[in-house]
C-alpha cells in the first residue's frame, strides 16, 4: 500500500508507519534495491540565455542570479551503465552500519542520540558527508560489491532521464508527486510514499523527503564560471547536494523538492541524505 498509487496519503503514510515498527519488507541492509541505469549521452546543465527566465519563474523563492549560473552553461556528458538506490537510504540502514561498525556520528536529527525506530524506513538525514563516505565503504566491504555515492550527473540523469523533466514525474509542479513543503507534513516520510513522483528510471524520493549529497564537491561547470556564495565563504570547499529546492514555498533544510537541470545545488548540504550507488561489471 505505500506505493500503491491508488491509495490515499493518509493510507499511504499509515502504512509506512506501520512497516518501520513491523519491518519493512522493500529494505534489505546488505541487499538494497537497485534500479538499472543505461549509459548513453546526456546533456545537462542550463544555457546562460534562459537564466532571466528562471528567476522570473521561480520569483517566489526569492533566488540570486549566481545561484542559476551555477547551473550554467548547458553541456554533454557520457555515462557508463550503473545502478542507483531505489530509495534513499534509511534510519534502520545506517543503525545497521552503527551497530557493525561502532562509528562515532550519529544523526543530529535523532532527538538525544535515540533511534528513531518509529521512522527506520525513513530516510536518514543531518549527517556529513563523510559519514555517507563511511556508509558506502562498508556496504562495498560487507557484500563484496562496488558501491559507492553517485556523481553529479549520475544523479541528475537517474532523476531526470532521457527527457531532461525538471521534475521526476515531468514538466509541471504537483504537489501530490513529493514531499515538499507544500503537503504541509514538515518532516520526513517513509520511502516511496509518494509513488506518483518515481523518476523515469523508477528511482523514488529524488525530490522532496530530503535532499542528497553525490560525489562530487562543487566545481564550475566546463566552461562555467566558479561562483563564490555564502557556502563558499563559509565552508570553503563542499560538497554538491541534490533534489531540495520547493518551487513554491521556498528552501527548507531536508524536505523541500525539485529536482531536474536547474535549481539542483541547494544551499543547505548539511542537512543531507543520500543514496547508494553500484557500480556494474
Not at 549566481?66 to 531505489?86: D, F
Not at 534502520?92 to 528513531?116: A, K, M, N, Q
Not at 523515469?200 to 560525489?215: C, I, K, L, R, T
Request: glycine residues 10%; negative net charge; contains cysteine.
Amino acid at each position: 500500500m505505500v506505493e500503491d498509487r491508488e491509495a490515499t496519503l493518509v493510507a499511504r503514510l499509515a502504512a509506512g508507519n506501520l512497516l518501520a515498527l513491523a519491518g519493512d519488507p522493500r529494505l534489505r541492509a546488505l541487499d538494497p534495491p537497485m534500479v538499472e541505469i543505461d549509459g548513453g549521452t546526456a546533456i545537462v546543465g542550463l544555457d546562460p540565455a534562459r537564466v532571466g527566465d528562471v528567476l522570473q519563474r521561480y520569483d517566489k523563492l526569492g533566488l540570486q542570479d549566481t545561484w542559476i549560473r551555477k547551473e550554467c552553461p548547458q553541456h554533454t556528458v557520457k555515462l557508463s551503465a550503473y545502478r542507483i538506490g531505489k530509495y534513499p537510504v534509511t534510519n534502520g540502514e545506517y543503525r545497521d552500519f552503527l551497530l557493525d561498525t561502532h562509528y562515532h556520528e550519529i544523526p543530529t536529527s535523532w532527538s538525544l542520540r535515540r533511534y528513531p525506530i518509529e521512522r527506520a524506513n525513513h530516510p536518514v538525514y543531518t549527517l556529513s558527508a563523510a559519514a555517507c563516505d563511511a556508509y558506502v565503504r562498508w556496504l562495498s566491504d560487507k557484500t563484496g560489491r562496488r558501491f559507492r555515492l553517485p556523481t553529479e550527473y549520475e544523479w541528475e540523469f537517474a532523476a531526470a532521464g532521457r527527457e531532461r523533466r525538471e521534475f521526476p514525474w515531468g514538466d509541471a509542479f504537483d504537489t501530490e508527486r513529493a514531499n515538499t513543503c507544500e503537503t504541509a507534513i514538515f518532516d520526513t516520510t517513509p520511502v516511496g510514499a509518494f509513488p506518483g513522483g518515481a523518476s523515469p528510471f523508477g528511482a523514488h524520493d529524488m525530490a522532496g523527503n530530503v535532499e542528497e549529497y553525490v560525489a562530487d564537491v562543487y566545481r564550475p561547470y566546463p566552461g562555467g564560471a566558479a561562483i563564490d556564495d555564502h557556502l563558499s565563504q563559509i565552508h570553503g570547499e563542499y560538497r554538491v547536494a541534490r533534489g531540495a529546492v520547493s518551487p513554491d514555498s521556498g528552501i527548507l533544510p531536508g524536505l523541500a523538492g525539485a529536482t531536474g537541470t536547474i535549481l539542483s545545488r541547494p544551499p543547505m548540504p548539511w542537512d543531507s541524505g543520500w543514496r547508494k550507488r553500484l557500480e556494474r561489471g
